[in-house]
């Protein structure tokens, strides 16, 4: 009796297979969305990612509608920090509420918003993550819908700064440097500091 050679069974193989595909398989094709979705995109940028006590970061905050679809409304949402505060652009006037209306956005057109974020002498040192989310609508013919976009961006909070001196502070740095040269000085000079 003959054995089937190797190609054989292959072709048997892939026979069986390409004729159960449409059995067990469905294959649907997605539809893109309607032209009357918009496209909308967030960017926040923080002038730097580190706070300290008593200090400011300026922020700025573009939103885009790249669609031909206008918006008849957005809204801004800041997140609501501990210790934090919001102010607007002077760093001057104080933002209480967390939601900020933005301009209506016409269709292919940005809107930009710069902020403040202020620390007091108090802070709570680490790492956190600043969530934005700017919520939308737009009319179809006779009914309004709405949607969101949202971007995370991490900012460093720190008692005495970020900036380091072979892995020390650099404000803790400034008080050690100065002591450690004064005493490799003395030492230089043979003073002598010991009961005579």
Do not use: Y
Not at 58 to 72: E, G, H, K, Y
Not at 128 to 139: A, I, R, Y
Not at 157 to 166: C, I
């Amino acid at each position: 009796m003959n054995k089937p050679s190797r190609s054989l069974l292959f072709r048997l193989f892939v026979f069986q297979a390409l004729s159960c595909l449409p059995c067990g398989v469905a294959i649907t094709a997605t539809e893109p969305p309607p032209a009357d979705t918009p496209k909308t995109s967030l960017l926040v940028s923080l002038s730097r990612a580190s706070l300290r006590e008593n200090d400011n970061v300026s922020l700025t905050i573009w939103f885009s509608n790249d669609s031909a679809v206008n918006l008849t409304s957005a809204n801004l949402s800041l997140p609501s920090l501990e210790k934090l505060t919001w102010w607007d652009a002077s760093c001057k006037g104080h933002i209480s509420p967390t939601t900020v209306p933005l301009p209506a956005v016409p269709s292919h057109q940005v809107v930009s918003q710069v902020f403040c974020l202020k620390s007091g002498s108090e802070v709570d040192v680490g790492n956190l993550n600043l969530l934005f989310t700017v919520k939308f609508s737009w009319q179809t013919g006779t009914t309004s819908q709405e949607g969101f976009v949202s971007v995370e961006k991490p900012l460093n909070v720190a008692l005495l700064g970020t900036d380091t001196l072979g892995g020390v502070p650099i404000s803790i740095a400034s008080l050690i440097v100065p002591g450690l040269l004064f005493w490799m000085a003395v030492n230089f000079w043979g003073a002598s500091w010991g009961r005579a």
